[in-house]
Nanobody
Framework: QVQLVESGGGLVQPGGSLRLSCAAS????????MGWYRQGPGKGRELVARIGSSGGTTNYAETVKGRFTISRDNGKNTVYLQMNSLKPEDTAMYYCVTNPWRSESARSWGQGTQVTVSS
């Protein structure tokens, strides 16, 4: 079955950086688009970034464009989210997801990793 295991979250000061990783198994990773969502306190779930199966196509939320970078290593079945210039409003649980361009029923979700940006 599909397994997505996120890691790399933590507490960081404003302006700092973190790199999230999502290790995938149970499906053909190299042919599956991947994405990162987040859900902040009292907020709905928001698409942060997504990447095509080969890595050639990427999309970002306007709120993170220029600060976050999504990438993938198909040899390691892993997708990454490099987060720079972090702001307190980036505080959220971050989730890895399959098939972010498809409907909810086609997606699988990880358990999430918490990112807290605070001084």
């Amino acid at each position: 079955q599909v397994q997505l295991v996120e890691s790399g979250g933590g507490l960081v000061q404003p302006g700092g950086s973190l790199r999230l990783s999502c290790a995938a198994s149970g499906f053909t990773f190299s042919s599956t688009p991947m994405g990162w969502y987040r859900q902040g306190p009292g907020k709905g779930r928001e698409l942060v970034a997504r990447i095509g199966s080969s890595g050639g196509t990427t999309n970002y939320a306007e709120t993170v464009k220029g600060r976050f970078t999504i990438s993938r290593d198909n040899g390691k079945n892993t997708v990454y989210l490099q987060m720079n210039s972090l702001k307190p409003e980036d505080t959220a649980m971050y989730y890895c997801v399959t098939n972010p361009w498809r409907s909810e029923s086609a997606r699988s979700w990880g358990q999430g990793t918490q990112v807290t940006v605070s001084s």
